[in-house]
């Protein structure tokens, strides 16, 4: 008896070890999969960009917002693209049929170069100026669509163009962005 006592308590010994061991196995299995599930979710979402972290970092200049463009066609780096806000919100009346409304547009402009973005900088007013002018012949029901809206920065492109080529010698300006368009 004594004999059958002593090979109960090793075999519920030899049962509780083999128990632990599938524990640990399945904890183990537990962690890589969730390891592997979060690896594969880390590059799913951040690595199908197309380009590594340092590149994004190097095509960045910290300081002025500089991005460099590269030409989808043949690969030749364009120019940097740098942006130069407006430093006020347009706010201004436009006619409507029914009833005259206050539009805020707040603008960007899209410029290649630091001696560009010098060249708007230091002839904002001029800028602002010819902008309000093109803003303030808009009209409501115009500007309810957005063909009218793309209607009116090309307006607002091809003027300010117009106006750098006469003081500055060139276009300056590639494009006017509105980064910001209120109408009540």
């Known amino acids: 008896m004594a004999d059958e006592k002593e090979n109960g308590k090793e075999d519920e010994l030899e049962l509780d070890n083999s128990g632990k061991k599938k524990k640990i196995i399945i904890i183990i299995i537990a962690v890589v999969v969730l390891l592997g599930g979060g690896v594969g979710a880390y590059l799913f979402f951040m690595g199908g960009s197309g380009a590594s972290q340092a590149e994004l970092d190097a095509a960045l200049d910290s300081g002025s917002g500089e991005a460099h463009v590269v030409e989808a066609d043949s690969g030749a780096q364009v120019g940097s693209a740098l942006y130069v806000p ?3 919100p347009f706010r201004f009346n436009v006619p409507g049929a029914a009833r005259d409304r206050f539009v805020e547009i707040r603008v960007q ?3 290649r170069g630091s001696d560009n973005e010098e ?4 002839h904002i007013p001029l800028i602002e100026s010819t ?3 093109v803003f303030s ?3 409501a029901d115009d500007l309810a669509t957005s063909a009218g809206k793309t209607s009116l920065k090309q307006k607002s492109l091809a003027a300010v163009q117009k106006i750098m080529t006469e003081v500055e010698g060139n ?3 590639e494009k006017v962005l509105f980064t910001g368009f209120v109408m009540q």
């Open 171 to 173: 276009k300056t300006v």
């Open 86 to 88: 407006m430093p006020r």
């Open 131 to 133: 902008l309000l002018g």
């Open 119 to 122: 060249n708007a900088k230091m």
């Open 109 to 111: 402009l899209l410029v």
């Open 137 to 139: 012949r808009a009209n």
